[in-house]
């Protein structure tokens, strides 16, 4: 049995070797892709084969980049068969499973494992993937808790294997160039950043409904749940509960939807999910941390409407605190949700802000997205060159790091600070108090009860 083990393990690696010496061959004879196998698309027999653990609703269209990007979908993994069902229609070939363990058990060819689940199964199905050797990809946020995410990105590099999260791009155009004028000084030295998001667009700020309901006979509840802790299946708001209120002000402005827990409103519940800093920060946050080259915050404060003990606010700021790094001076960060929007500095000259976005204040000016304020300032540095590379984008990027390529620009390291900040946010909203972080302790200074927040103990049978 240990023999056979060995030779699988050396046949998976033999066929990663392939893929990058493949690609490196491409590149190096500049024969172009179409010609070796149709128009965008590498050889069949070249393609990385890839499965998904998670492939109902975003999971679904994400899948879809994937396949567009030149993976070749073999595997489809979801607890919940209905939900999934536009992914098994669409790949009718895939093999289909419900539990991710199973499938990694019987799919000893794959190469690469998607991840599309609630946030609070991401690290067990991650670390799974990357034990048996799997170049991963993985929704935002990466993990739920802090002890989490150190623990991915350690079998991460242990493993050597190509990672990506799906948080919008730090190579994109827009992202590029509001690097290029932030380093070029075009609103001088900055010293603050506001970041604001439009979510929630699910129920949160409220208590959990008593009662269960049905589980149906097409969902796993048990293997949803995974390593949280058990409670009773849910699928009908009570007749005048507070969530019924917020789905019905909201429709037409998101999904609207009315479940519980399953699909997609898991995000409200700490249980689950990581409210709306831990849906979108990481979205937001990807290009500033670029730009400012940002490390570790010291001080984390928020203010916050009622914090229920299950479920995340209806709107909250958080503010954090950098210290001066490699020539950068102290910088602070503040991030508004819930429909809060930051102050508006003089210098946008009449712009308003839209429901979300990302503002940079520096000493001569301001910026919106890659947008310079004042007109003046805007003017003076439209011609700011070019200096940063533009890539394809997150499936793009993965794709040619699986084939061997350049490092995706959200793999694990660098999407572990992105992790770190919406974790550390919410560990501040649900203690109320004003934390001081010692990133080189990893841990909060004299705080137990923020520290005992940085993880969740597994319910039996599951470890990190």
């Known amino acids: 049995m240990q023999n056979r083990g060995n030779r699988q393990r050396r046949a998976a690696v033999t066929r990663r070797e392939m893929l990058a010496g493949t690609a490196a061959v491409a590149a190096a004879t500049i024969v172009p892709r179409h010609v070796l196998g149709g128009a965008g698309q590498t050889p069949p027999s070249e393609k990385p084969t ?238 500033p941390y670029r730009a400012l080259n940002l490390t570790h915050p010291t001080a984390i404060q928020a203010s916050a409407t009622i914090v229920f003990p299950e479920t995340a606010p209806l709107a909250a700021i958080v503010t954090y605190d950098y210290p001066e790094h490699e020539g950068r001076p102290p910088l602070r960060v503040v991030w508004y949700d819930g429909g809060l929007k930051p102050p508006r500095p003089r210098q946008l000259e009449g712009a308003g802000l839209a429901d979300s976005g990302e503002m940079y204040v520096g000493r001569e000016g301001v910026m919106i997205g890659s947008k310079v304020y004042p007109e003046s300032r805007a003017k003076k540095f439209a011609g700011v060159p070019k200096t940063l590379p533009r890539r394809s984008g997150t499936w793009g990027e993965w794709y040619e790091a699986v084939r061997g390529g350049e490092p995706a620009g959200c793999r694990f390291e660098w999407a572990e600070r992105l992790t770190e900040f919406v974790l550390l946010g919410n560990i501040a909203i649900r203690t109320g108090q004003a934390l001081e972080w010692d990133a080189r302790k990893d841990r909060f200074s004299a705080n137990a009860s923020a520290d005992a927040l940085l993880h969740d103990p597994y319910r039996e049978g599951w470890t990190l």
């Open 50 to 287: 890839l499965a998904g653990v998670g492939v109902g609703g975003v999971g679904f269209g994400q899948m879809k980049a994937c396949d567009a990007a030149g993976f070749q979908v073999a595997a489809l993994c979801d607890v919940d068969q209905v939900y999934a069902k536009k992914a098994f229609d669409n790949w009718p070939a895939a093999r289909r499973y419900r539990d991710y363990r199973e499938m990694l058990e019987a799919e000893k060819d794959l190469d690469a494992v998607y991840v599309a689940t609630p946030d609070h199964s991401h690290a067990v199905i991650v670390l799974a993937a990357l034990a048996k050797g799997k170049h991963v990809c993985c929704v935002k946020p990466l993990t739920r808790t802090i002890k989490e995410v150190r623990a991915v990105v350690a079998k991460a590099r242990e493993k050597n294997v190509a990672t990506q999260v799906t948080a919008s791009p730090n190579t994109s155009e827009q992202a590029c160039r509001t690097c290029e004028r932030i380093a070029a000084g075009a609103i001088g030295e900055v010293r603050e950043v506001h970041i604001w998001s439009n979510r929630p667009l699910w129920p949160q700020g409220m208590q959990r409904p008593e009662g269960a309901d049905e589980i149906p006979a097409t969902l796993d509840w048990d293997l949803w749940l995974g390593p949280a802790r058990h409670r009773p299946f849910k699928n009908k708001w009570p007749e005048g509960h507070y969530a019924l209120e917020q789905i019905k002000a909201r429709q037409g402005k998101g999904r609207g939807l009315a479940a519980v827990y399953h699909p997609w409103n898991f995000r409200g519940w700490w249980d689950f999910g990581t409210g709306a800093l831990g849906d979108m920060g990481c979205h937001h946050l990807n290009t």
